[in-house]
């Protein structure tokens, strides 16, 4: 099993970060976890071939977590191969009606059964016979005083979990620490919260691997060094990934 993480920016891509994008790769198949630009062309540097794609989950409807998904949609089915199918899981109805909107915009539309679209649902989602993903509710939209969904994705596979937090709130009070309270590798976002504060969370659960993703202007500045010490020097591994980085889990 392998994470590729493809785009690791904030809200704004930089020079050196693209916009949130993570491929979880089992056996032949993989998995995307979040859609920012320009994803499809990163799947491709990473020869990640689209047709190998059978699920694409994004936590909330910020254009940095979806604005890459028109592209790879384009690229899923302007030469899909025989037998290809992508599940999309979105977290409104209305980012749903959005992408469509945008697709037949742009005069790309494709066969029934290339794709399937479904509004995100707290609980099990998605199962095939590598992986299964659960849907966590979190508060991210509270930071801009809004109430649209968000949710963690909780990911099974080859006996192993892996928790994917997407973006959370300032109040920390999201934190999928039910999720986490089973020994788990966390892929946390490192932008909307103080890390001291979230390190007293963080260090009581049984965490193998902290994997950051979604680093600030502050952290890319002041260094994984920094931000481990922020998080009290933890017993577990921390790593504040870079754009490109492969990790085998």
């Known amino acids: 099993m392998k994470l590729f993480i493809l785009g690791t920016s904030h809200g704004d891509p930089t020079l050196t970060r693209f916009n949130s994008a993570l491929v979880l790769q089992v056996g032949n198949a993989n998995y995307l976890f979040e859609a920012g630009a320009p994803v499809n062309a990163l799947m491709i540097r990473k020869g990640l071939a689209f ?9 909330h409807a910020h254009e940095d977590h979806i604005g890459g998904l028109p592209g790879l949609i384009k690229s899923l089915v302007k030469r899909p191969a025989d037998g290809q199918h992508t599940d999309i899981f979105l977290p409104e109805q209305l980012t749903i009606d959005g992408v469509m909107a945008f697709m037949r915009a742009t005069h790309r539309m494709w066969k029934e059964e290339l794709l399937d679209f479904s509004v995100i649902k707290p609980g099990k989602i998605f199962e095939d016979s590598n992986i299964t993903v659960e849907a966590v509710p979190t508060l991210h939209m509270s930071n801009e005083n809004m109430s649209f969904p968000s949710f963690a994705f909780v990911v099974t596979a080859e006996n192993k979990r892996i928790v994917f937090t997407g973006d959370i ?17 966390c892929v946390m976002e490192c932008q909307h919260y103080d890390p001291v504060e979230a390190g007293k969370i963080l260090r009581k659960l049984p965490i193998e691997q902290f994997i950051g993703v979604h680093v600030s202007n502050k952290w890319d500045a002041l260094g994984e060094a920094a931000f481990i010490e922020a998080l009290g020097n933890p017993d577990f591994p921390v790593v504040m990934c870079e754009d490109g980085m492969e990790f085998e889990l």
Do not use: C, E, Q, Y
């Open 51 to 59: 047709a190998d794609l059978k699920a694409v989950f994004v936590s």
């Open 169 to 185: 709130s300032r109040s920390l009070k999201d934190i999928p620490v039910g999720a986490l309270s089973t020994p788990a590798i």
